[in-house]
């Protein structure tokens, strides 16, 4: 009589490694008791292969990333190999603009110039994060691909410097660092935001380490083959027939691999592509659930967007909305300017005073700006992340549903530029979209279909926040 048991080994991700099965044989005799373990390994790739792609890969590939990690990496790697051969194209340049190969050439002339690189690189870092630092994460993917349109500028600028004298030289090989210190800060922070994205284990460190190997071996084998080619290149035709084939490859791929990521983030293009998307359902009387998915808005975004933007269904531009303003560019679009003591009056009516009894209830405030065909979002303080969808809901309702049926909607886009018709089209609007949101469970509805709505991802500049108090008293 015998027993049976079975054990299996899984990896992290719950692929099966190997099953040990454990036999008990049981007998009257002492001497033919016993008890062995069988093992089976599944069939797979060979020990030295999955060693191998375990050094490049993250532990449980493919099922602890994204789905669209592995079309990035491919275009990325692609891209990588093409800039790495194009590098050295261009650093052959600098170096002939450098003197290299030149008597009359100066060390210390050589190096003053790398001074005022390396100032410039550094001063562009400093004031390229101050000023956009804080939409590089909504708007990854933008400035995923800027970052080497910025790298692609600057190798052309190393290139052209050797035909110029000494001072355009000088401001050429100057403005080339500042392309490569605007690359730095765009393709880090860009990446950091890609690979939270693509991480699902919270597998971010390793999946970063490994990404480095990745380049490693990129840069590797884009230096070899980078040798040959450049020992093989001399004439000028030639370098830029080269220079140009390999920066079209790079900036190619590139693009193939930013426009292969789907973001569940709503920053402000993906909000209005879904929320449009609802409300041509609602006017087409189709089910108000049938939202569209990451993949599906990945497929209709833009890579470059004009900023804030609010577009109908068909893409066509119907306003503009700014997310985090302060207080003081509203009180410049009611009022025509503060006074000479810095103070505003209003010209109609109490129309901050009628704002915040409008939006009492809500996480912001927001007003619109005829003149700039623009709405003005201002959030209060200790809002949710949702807060700002709520707002970006309700300026393309005001602007889509006005637009697309402005006779038969109560909130129809005032005509009358007057304070006190824009703040009754602000009110009626917001309780309609309110109304409709609801109803619609939308979302929910966004959650299930694969959003992420706890991450806020439309505020593209250090906003403020807005805390209202109000203290009652006498006036003599």
Known sequence: MSELEEIKEINQSGKLIATYIQSHTHSNSPDQKGCRIDIHIPKGPSTWVSSLTGAFLPVGYPDSVTEDYTAYQFYDSVQAFASTIAGLLASRAVLQGLGVGDST????????????????????????????????????????????????????????????????????????????????????????????????????????????????????????????????????????????????????????????????????????????????????????????????ISRQ????????????????????CKVGVSLREILSSISSGPTISGSYKEETGPIISSLLKIYKNQGYIMWYSHRQNTFLVILKENTAPSVQLDAWFHAVWALSVSSSSPSSSAVSKPTNTSNQHILKWMEESLKESSTCKQKANLYTELRNRGWDLDTSAMEVRAGSRLVVSVERGMME
């Open 105 to 296: 050439a100066s060390a210390t002339g050589a190096v003053l110039l790398n001074i005022l690189q390396e100032s410039a690189g550094r001063i562009a870092t400093i004031l390229f994060a101050h000023r956009l630092g804080s939409a590089l994460e909504p708007e990854c993917k933008k400035y995923r691909l800027m970052a080497d349109i910025f790298n692609d500028a600057a190798m052309i600028l190393d290139c052209i410097s050797p035909a110029f004298p000494k001072v355009p030289r000088v401001f050429l090989l100057s403005a080339s660092s500042v392309c490569k210190s605007l690359c730095g800060v765009a393709a880090g922070s860009s990446k950091a935001s890609l690979s939270a994205h693509f991480a699902k284990q919270g597998n971010l460190a390793e999946l970063n380490a490994k990404d480095a190997s990745q380049e490693t071996l990129i840069s590797l084998l884009g230096m070899l083959v980078g040798t040959f080619v450049v020992s093989r290149i001399s004439s000028q035709t030639a370098t830029w027939i080269a220079l140009i084939t390999l920066l079209s490859i790079h900036l190619g791929t590139n693009y193939l691999a930013v426009r292969s990521v789907t973001m569940r983030t709503l920053n402000r293009q993906r909000a209005n592509l879904v929320i449009s998307n609802f409300i041509s359902n609602l006017n087409n009387e189709k089910p108000r659930f049938d939202l569209p998915t990451p993949k599906d």
């Open 301 to 320: 975004e833009r890579i470059f967007e004009r900023d804030g933007a609010i577009r109908d269904i068909q893409g066509v531009i119907l306003g503009y």
